[in-house]
């Protein structure tokens, strides 16, 4: 085969495949990286591919540290357009030109970052998701960053395909468009078809790109490990955000990386409903050429486009929520680029992700951490929340909360009244930021990934429906995982969340119930069974000696409420005054049983509640030795109730009897008149 050129960071490498057993060599043919790895202790110049195509922060570093003006030349080649722009908008502004409407000043701002390459063409398009920050005529420039950047020539395109595919397009491919259909920051795609008949999308990466974007990173690096030495206020890891967002565009460029993250994202999510997920050809797909299916489509931020062939835009939206759901909450591995570009409405009415090659993981302690985090702010837990930010490593073990609880609750001040869950994302982040840079809060490099990709959907969101609520549509799901997930650590958040000082918080479990018929995954006949294996095994002691509790005191209110109708019956109606009227249940007795009432109503409103398979269920239930001995001790304990009332009854009669017989047994004293 042809030898191929790729550029790890900023460095060319050459390599080639050995045809008989298909092992790859790459040689290092600039001395200064041999120099670079000498000072890390690396021993051979000769590597694998796969690790010169990653992102080395160090070798980076040594190889820009020894080209001074090379880097100089780029933070000029920054600066100057980027302080002429500010400088020519401050301008304006105070010739009385409406800056944020003047469609020239975001022509400009497009052309800028377009020109500075593609770490600044990422920015560009996070800021064309988010209509609540950015002018709408800056908005409509700013999305044209997405997919309709200056392409490259077909000719290097050609190349690219012919060295990583081993023969010349039209060997390959059928059909191949003349000119690329779109053209985004790190490559361009042309519409194709195979031998085989099948249409496909074909993206070919645009030159040079390890070292334009290695050159950045670099700069920008050097840039935060300044700032964090220099400003004892910023406690975050610049470092370590900017080296977590430099691994994830080393592995975009990596289009083999990319084909086996869209199929790993395929088995995770593709059998979600009204998910797409598009399928790669392997055999046509390389580390600079990637060949997947060709999807038909409409880009998200088109709602009249999307309406017009009778799908609904903003369902589309909340399929992409459910989804980014699972892939932050569930599975750990998730989109970290949901940009307009990267999501279409298929003409069938599906949503279909496309573009896999930023994506990233957050581990199974930062899922269940978020996931609590969500349930303490929508019930104004601040204690629970402060504890979550220890737990996500926002602040250290040894801090002190004492201020911050108050804090986190002048944040959502504003959302009394109403829900929490009815503000958005974008707001719920700016006001924690302040109070960041407040406490001795530090943001760990995952979080930035994570705010990324839901400030991008959201954005997308808004744009489509302004009143659209991430976080409202969101917390059905977390309400549903809170109630079926068997793992310990929910399980933990579910009793902190239904039991405060000892009492059973019966408003909480109504309104997880509630938002939990709301997601439609949330099975019912799941709920009940894992909820009775919970409440008899060894990890649901806590909660089942609580609700057995709870469940007596229901129980002796609801006979106490039926003698005292039956008693008043008797007196009112019938006029046997001999009997007393019995006392009813307490105010706090009332309540719980308004809201069981409540409880039974939700269940019987739940999709799923079914009287009749509800029947057969029951009775393996009673059969389980575990229900058999929580009937035990519900009975054990109405026993003792019962035996206890019966005592204290006559123990008051007997005193009653006493005080009688006593004052019809002693004399009557006769007192005469004083004397006058």
């Known amino acids: 085969m042809n030898a191929k050129t790729v550029s790890p960071t900023s460095l060319e490498v050459d390599y080639e495949v050995v045809p008989d057993n298909g092992a790859k060599a790459s040689v290092v043919s600039l001395p200064a990286l041999e120099e670079a790895q000498g000072h890390r202790g690396l021993v051979s110049s000769t590597i694998e591919p796969e690790a010169a195509l990653r992102y080395d922060p160090q070798a980076i570093k040594i190889y820009y540290k020894s080209r001074p003006l090379q880097v100089l030349r780029r933070i000029i080649a920054v600066l100057t357009p980027t302080i002429s722009f500010a400088l020519g908008a401050w301008l304006d502004s105070k010739w009385g030109i409406a800056v944020k409407n003047d469609r020239r000043r975001a022509i400009r701002l497009r052309e800028i970052l377009t020109n500075l390459g593609p770490a600044y ?90 070292e334009r974007i290695a050159i950045d990173l670099f700069i920008l690096r050097q840039l935060a490990g300044w700032a964090q030495k220099n400003f004892k206020r910023i406690r975050s890891d610049l470092v370590g955000i900017l080296d977590e967002l430099g691994d994830r565009i080393f592995e975009e460029m990596d289009y083999i990386h990319e084909g086996e993250n869209a199929e790993r994202f395929y088995q995770l999510y593709g059998h979600l409903k009204d998910v797409y997920v598009p399928k790669i050809y392997w055999e046509y797909t390389n580390r600079r050429v990637l060949t997947m299916e060709w999807i038909n489509g409409t880009k998200l931020t088109e709602p009249e486009k999307i309406s017009a062939q009778g799908i609904n835009a903003r369902y589309l939206i909340e399929v992409g929520v459910q989804c980014s759901l699972r892939q932050l909450l569930e599975h750990g591995f998730f989109h970290a680029d949901p940009h307009p570009g990267n999501l279409l409405a298929t003409t069938d009415g599906k949503l279909a992700y496309l573009d896999f090659g930023m994506m990233s993981e957050i581990k199974p302690p930062q899922r269940y951490g978020l996931i609590e985090a969500i349930v303490h702010v929508v019930n104004r837990d601040f204690e629970g929340l402060a504890y979550d930010y220890v737990k996500l490593d926002f602040l250290s073990p040894e801090t002190d909360l004492t201020p911050i609880i108050p804090a986190f609750a002048k944040v959502f001040a504003n959302a009394q009244g109403a829900s929490v869950a009815e503000l958005n994302i974008k707001s719920i982040t700016d006001e924690l930021s302040a109070l960041m840079y407040e406490y001795p809060f530090r943001v760990p490099p995952y979080y930035a990934l994570i705010i990324r990709s839901l400030v991008t959907l959201e954005g997308i969101a808004i744009y489509i429906d302004p009143n659209f609520k991430v976080l409202s549509e969101a917390y059905p799901y977390v309400a549903k995982r809170l109630l079926t997930d068997p793992a310990p650590e929910l399980r933990a958040s579910l009793r902190d969340l239904l039991f405060k000082e000892g009492r059973f918080r019966w408003n909480r479990l109504e309104n997880l119930l509630r938002n939990a018929r709301n997601n439609q995954d949330y099975d019912l006949n799941l709920v009940l069974n894992q909820g009775v294996d919970f409440l008899t095994s060894e990890r649901g002691a806590f ?72 029947a057969p269920q029951l009775a393996q239930m009673l059969v389980n030795p575990g229900v058999q001995r929580l009937g035990q001790q519900i009975a054990s304990q109405l026993a003792q109730k019962a035996i206890a009332r019966l005592i204290r009854e006559l123990l008051v009669s007997s005193e009653i009897d006493s005080t009688q017989d006593a004052s019809l047994e002693a004399p009557t004293r006769i007192s005469l008149p004083a004397r006058v």
Do not use: C, M, W
């Not at 010349?168 to 361009?188: F, K, R, T």
């Not at 469940?551 to 001999?578: C, D, M, P, Q, W």
């Open 121 to 210: 063409i990422k920015i560009g398009q996070a800021l064309s998701t988010r209509p609540d920050l950015v002018p709408p005529v800056y908005l409509e420039e700013l999305t044209q960053l997405q997919d309709k950047l200056p392409p490259f020539p077909n000719e290097i395109a050609y190349q690219f395909i012919e060295e990583e595919l081993g023969a010349p397009p039209q060997e390959v491919y059928e059909e191949l468009s003349p000119e690329p259909i779109a053209a985004a920051s790190l490559g361009q795609v042309y519409k194709g078809k195979l031998k085989t008949g099948e249409e496909v999308a074909v993206k070919v990466q645009r030159p040079d790109l390890r």
């Open 543 to 614: 909660i089942r000696d609580r609700l057995v509790d709870e469940f007596v005191k229901s129980v002796e209110a609801l006979s106490k409420n039926i003698l005292h109708n039956f008693t008043y019956l008797l007196r009112e109606r019938v006029g046997v005054t001999a009997i007393n009227e019995t006392p009813a249940a307490t105010d706090e007795q009332q309540q719980t049983l308004e809201h069981i009432k409540r409880i039974l109503n939700i269940l019987r409103e739940t999709r799923g509640f079914d009287p009749t398979q509800l």
